[in-house]
């Protein structure tokens, strides 16, 4: 099979940056196209090269503290999506004054869906999620300590804040913002945030 | 329990967080400050080499941005703009560097004649290598240069994507063009010695 790929397409492969999809067709195709192989190999070289010179550049940088991760990301996505952002806020702030009702019983309620949440919400409820409407939701993480836990998913999910897969990283409870919002954070090995979740709201499926 | 969380996480294409503190004004600037100064001020710090420098230039075009206002301007955006003005921002106090440059690399081969250690040797050839870098890089396009800088500090496909303005699946064509660019001038200056 002869699929041949693209300059851009190689260099992306090499920084694993494509679709695990894709990856595998790559290196598939990689084993047995020379001419696509030897092009991969002048592409990761020069990367190799370029990246080696500009490296040269951070020799007398600092290394920058890890900072404390805000759920603030992807500015860009939230200037046009007014509406979404309505939607999760008036489903955020649903789940936690339940939340704020029954601290500690997680029935398992069916809590409405994102995609059917109501795309023409009013962004009025904003304030709903500022300052006092996000005070402490102290719930343990794992309140039910008289079932044994089984293998199951987790109640409370994580938002991914990008929409790269993750492989591996470790999770870090923090306060977030002046409101010192308890949430977990999965961190990849390069120390970005992949995924975020609130402690103590509750699933949304 | 990793494993779970990975099978939990849910894509944030149809959420949206909002900063603790939204609705007060100026909160937009806050995220946008939080997320990228870090970012831009590491990018200028390693194009112009002063750390000082990169965040008095980085602090100047945030000043712009506030100033400028308006997020939701559907003509422009603003992440690709910040960055473009930071770059070129960048490229600017590089050239006008570039003569305190020489006046030290001027004063360096002075110490060299005057009988100087290995290390010195080292540190001087190492400065060498940094300013061909940079003058290579001030030679390329600005959005070259801003992709070969934000890449080598580690920023996602995603993360350049949006700096630059264009879909996360042309930033390895861009990048690869920019690699081969950089290469090609870096050849044509100074020979293969790479």
Redesign the interface.
Known sequence: MKECWRDGDLRAFLDRELSPADTERVTAHLAECHECEARYDEIAGRAGLVSGLLEALAELEPVAPLRRVQPVRQWRRWAGAGAAIAAGIAIAALLLSKQAETPIVQAPSPSPSVAEAPATQSPAVTPALSASAMKPVPAPARPRLGVKPRRQLPRDVFLALDDEPIETGIVVRMTLGEDEIPADVVFGKDGRARAIRLIGTQTIH | ??E?????????????????????AGS?FD??F???Y?RVV?ML???T?D?SQAEEIAADVFCKVSRRGV??D?GE???PWLYRVATNAGLDALRANSRRRRREEEAGAETLRTGASEDALRSLM?EE??AR??SVLESLKPRDAQL??L??N?S???ELA?AVGVA?A????????A??E??RR?RARYGDD?
């Open positions: 329990v990793l779970d969380v990975i099978r939990g996480v849910q894509s944030a294409g149809e959420f949206a967080l909002t900063p603790a503190g939204a609705g007060r937009w995220g946008l939080r997320d990228h870090p590491a710090a390693r194009l080499g750390r997020v939701a559907p955006e603003l992440l190492r290598r940094r870098v940079r070969l800088l890449r080598s580690g996602a496909y995603r949006d996360p042309s930033v390895g064509t861009l990048l690869a063009r690699e081969a950089f290469e870096f790479l």
